[in-house]
């Protein structure tokens, strides 16, 4: 019931918040990281980021599950080196649902909700891209009656993006990047919470 959480504040515990926290998480990651598989390689890639960052911040509480977070990682990197650019494969909602639930599970055991938000940033921006976009388009809707109106071109944001003219390829890449320094960060402020 425990949420270790950076120096000033320490340990918090949560009582019984902490299984609606953890069932939070379940459902949030599971549909983040669907919603993510729209691109090829973009879930594979921020996934196998997202559970190394994970991976770093629950080695001081759970160096087991530190190793269960580097192999689902290593899974990830190899379905993409197989799976590369224009995909013969399709991960699907039975891969994307796992792997959610693989990092979900990570924080639920070790109290590391803070990094598994910040290492899935990615899937984060994603699910709360449709959120927006269906929310403000439904209250749109009933403002101008039946005519609703749209922040994004096309929900999730990498669709928004694609229709702006961005390559996949580029896309993918700065995700990448992106997962890449939240990773260390996620990883950074995981050493330091344990």
Known sequence: MLVPLPSPLGLICLGKLYQVLTSFCFVSMGN???LTDGLDGLAG???ALAFMGMSIAVLPISPDLAIFGASMAGS???FLVHNRYRASIFMGDTGSLALGGGLAAMAACTGMFFPLFISSGVFVIEALSVIVQVSYLKSTRWLYRGAGRR???M???HHHLELCG????LIVASTYLISSILCIFAGYIGLISA
């Open 32 to 34: 983040g990281v669907n």
């Open 166 to 169: 961005f390559k996949e390829p």
């Open 76 to 78: 990830c990197i190899g």
């Open 155 to 157: 929900a999730p944001f």
């Open 45 to 47: 890639g921020s996934a």
């Open 151 to 153: 922040i994004f071109r």
